[in-house]
């Protein structure tokens, strides 16, 4: 089993930074990708941003120049968001691909004021 834990949410003025982490634990074997879903009142769940196990990332194309994603050895993943807007409130999920199964964190809110 596979433990995600975020952190790092929050109250943000339009403009503002945030920076979300992600601890993983538990029986990971090998991670094939980690990355970062959100889910907006009323809207589907989105993925925001994910980087593969080369280092590899993806962005949707609502954050594309504010958002970067990053992830270090322990297997802790972070997402750094800059010039958030109103938009980019959400529930925010750390999610991790181990050996082709998805697991997700219980979730971080973000909340950008205009």
């Known amino acids: 089993q596979v433990q995600l834990v975020e952190s790092g949410g929050g109250l943000v003025q339009a403009g503002g930074s945030l920076r979300l982490s992600c601890a993983a634990s538990?029986?990971?074997?090998?991670?094939?990708?980690m990355g970062w879903y959100r889910r907006a009142p009323g809207k589907q769940r989105e993925l925001v941003a994910a980087?593969?196990?080369?280092?590899?990332t993806n962005y949707a194309d609502s954050v594309k120049g504010r958002f970067t994603i990053s992830r270090d050895s322990a297997k802790r993943v972070y997402l750094q968001m800059n010039s958030l807007k109103p938009e980019d409130t959400a529930v925010y999920y750390c999610?991790?691909?181990?050996?082709?199964?998805?697991?997700w964190g219980q979730g971080t809110q973000v909340t950008v004021s205009s």
């Open positions: 538990g029986s990971i074997f090998r991670v094939d990708a």
């Open positions: 980087i593969t196990s080369d280092g590899s």
């Open positions: 999610w991790l691909v181990n050996l082709g199964y998805d697991y």
